[in-house]
């Protein structure tokens, strides 16, 4: 049997690096994408080249021809294309009226065009082999918007929507599009965090202006007392890879602090959705 080729994009830190280390540990052949290889991620790039069967690509998810070069690059030399975890992202933060029109497109750029941008590039190689996996990091806050990360939740709700719909669309051609909606993790999204860049509006506000930096205290606090593990999600993604396809489901919650919280919402959504689906005659779609 052949090894999976999996495509990761964004792994220069956090859910992205820890996946690529666990899926070259299963032994999958692993193309695991970074930007600024030879610039401020030249280190990460060359410790990851180091590991068997990783293979380091040059990619920024913003750039349209760059990813149909990448994916069809690997598919011409692996012959297959098996997996893709769109990872790549960034978190927002701040009062969502500081936000400018720049700040806004830049933010969708990266979060949801770049994840429609790779798994576009992927589905006709998926398509024609009758099987493929893509795996869309989501997050909690994907399903309800938490004040003051307003934003970024948008691009979430808008990653859960892109991917629901395209679920039920090549299921049928032997292709899982499905969702992880991770909790909070101590990873380094939260040192690379963007503020809006209009703060001439935090005046306006008042003490609400404060609230974003008391939730970054209260959630290092949380941290420290709860200890979540960020390798639940890379663990999570293999149990993906490994179940058979059609089988797989099209959310997977990774929340130890609140994730009960989520399941409900989901499991409740998804009674209603059937009953919609079922209601406008697509109801083999959900077999």
Not at 65 to 77: H, L, N, Q, W
Not at 186 to 197: A, D
Not at 274 to 286: K, R, S
Request: charged share 20%.
């Amino acid at each position: 049997m052949k090894k999976k080729v999996v495509l990761i994009t964004g792994t220069n830190s956090g859910f992205g690096y820890l996946t690529a280390l666990t899926c070259a540990a299963k032994g999958y052949i692993v193309y695991a994408t970074i930007r600024e290889t030879q610039g401020r991620n030249a280190e990460r790039a060359t410790e990851l080249s180091g590991i068997d069967n990783i293979n380091v690509v040059e990619l920024d998810v913003t750039n349209g021809e760059d990813v149909k070069k990448v994916v069809s690059d690997i598919i011409a030399k692996e012959g297959q294309l098996d997996v893709v975890v769109n990872n790549a992202g960034y978190f927002g933060g701040g009062l969502a009226e500081s936000y400018t029109e720049d700040d806004l497109e830049n933010m969708f750029d990266v979060n949801l065009k770049g994840t429609w941008r790779v798994t576009k590039a992927g589905l006709p190689q998926m398509r024609k082999q009758n099987e493929g996996l893509i795996i869309n990091i989501s997050s909690g806050l994907g399903r309800f918007s938490s004040p003051f990360m307003t934003v970024y939740n948008s691009t979430k709700f808008a990653v859960e929507g892109l991917t629901e719909g395209l679920h039920y669309e090549v299921r049928p051609l032997g292709v899982d599009a499905v969702l992880i909606q991770p909790g909070a993790f101590p990873t380094e999204i939260f040192g690379k965090s963007s503020y809006g860049s209009d703060m001439s509006v935090n005046e306006g506000y008042g003490e609400l202006a404060k609230i974003p930096e008391q939730m970054g205290a209260g959630m290092g606090q949380m941290f420290e007392a709860m200890k979540p593990q960020p390798q639940m999600v890379p663990d999570a993604i293999i149990k993906l890879i490994e179940t058979p396809k059609g089988q797989r489901p099209l959310r997977t919650v990774v929340d130890a602090m609140t994730g009960q919280f989520i399941e409900a919402a989901n499991d409740k959504v998804k009674e209603e959705y059937n009953n919609f689906v079922t209601a406008f005659g697509m109801g083999d779609l959900l077999k």
